[in-house]
């Protein structure tokens, strides 16, 4: 009997438990069918807040009730627009307020990458690195000494190949390598990808390449 | 006693294949990534075997099976099978 009663409790309460949880969902319904305010909001708040909280305002208006639109238009208008207007405000003041804090955080981190190519190291960090496999970076290793010999090659004058050729060669080859670690590597990704235009300042400058080969 | 072996094993056994999948899984993106940067197709490879050192046959999803294996010049090479 006990057993009973406690089921019957139970399914009362999951009858109400369901019953509550509906109206929501309704709401959501004929929200999203009367006026896209719920997904409006969320596009408002990257960039164009103004837009899309006016198209759905009006949508709005005659939805809800039209008591509403005398003094609700200006208050139930400016309710749903207001609250994202004064909320997208901030918003884009608290991106900018970081935006600068990351550029000048950014750059200097640029400008050592790209000052100073410590190209051993970059190296060793390929070597070590746990985002590839060894045959993968055999393969990349093969491919990166092919490409070095046709820019001796280069140098020496008995290459057919130009060196906007061997860029756009040098560029694919890069792309392999960020493509292959970026997923596991981020940071090492980052080093190589900013390191680009340092690496091929070595590799098209005669000189430095025969440093490098030396 | 027995359940308490049962208990401890269980877990213990299952931890190991997880770790065993997961070199598996390691070593078929490895020769994924080895077979695409040789530039022939394989979306996924489903199965390798090891013929001896450093020389592995694989199948891919896609149906492709590739012989890879490094060479006497230490070049990875990838024959398509």
């Known amino acids: ?214 | 006693m027995k359940s308490l072996t049962r208990i401890i094993a269980v877990p213990v056994l299952g931890l190991a294949a997880v770790g065993v999948a997961a070199a598996d899984d390691g070593f078929a993106k490895d020769l994924k990534a080895t077979i695409a940067l040789q530039g022939l197709p394989c979306d996924q490879v489903v199965s390798s075997t090891r013929n001896k050192d450093s020389d592995y046959t694989a199948a891919c999803h896609d149906g492709n099976r590739y012989h890879v294996f490094v060479d006497g010049n230490g070049r990875v090479v990838v024959q398509k099978l």
Request: positive net charge; contains cysteine; hydrophobic residues 45%.
């Open chain 1, 1 to 214: 009997m006990r057993r009973f009663s406690i089921a019957v409790t139970c399914a009362l309460l999951s009858a109400c438990a369901h019953q509550s949880g509906r109206p929501p969902l309704a709401k959501a319904d004929t929200a999203v069918s009367a006026a896209p305010t719920v997904p409006a909001a969320a596009p408002a708040q990257p960039s164009p807040p103004v837009a899309v909280a006016v198209t759905p305002a009006p949508v709005a208006e005659p939805a809800s009730a039209p008591q509403s639109q005398v003094p609700g238009v200006a208050p139930g208008g400016p309710r749903t627009a207001a609250s994202p207007v004064p909320s997208p405000a901030p918003r884009p003041v608290a991106p900018v307020r970081t935006a600068p804090a990351k550029t000048p955080a950014a750059a200097p981190a640029a400008a050592p990458a790209a000052a100073t190519l410590d190209l051993p190291l970059l190296e060793q960090r390929l070597k070590d690195t746990r985002a590839i496999g060894v045959f993968t970076k055999l393969s990349l290793k093969n491919q990166v000494d092919d490409l070095l010999t046709q820019f001796r090659a280069y140098h020496k004058g008995g290459s057919p190949q130009t060196l906007p050729q061997l860029r756009q060669r040098y560029e694919v080859l890069l792309i392999k390598v960020v493509s292959l670690i970026q997923n596991d590597d981020p940071t090492l990704a980052a080093a190589v990808g900013s390191s680009r235009e340092a690496i091929w300042g070595v590799l098209s400058d005669p000189k430095k390449f025969a440093t490098l080969n030396a």
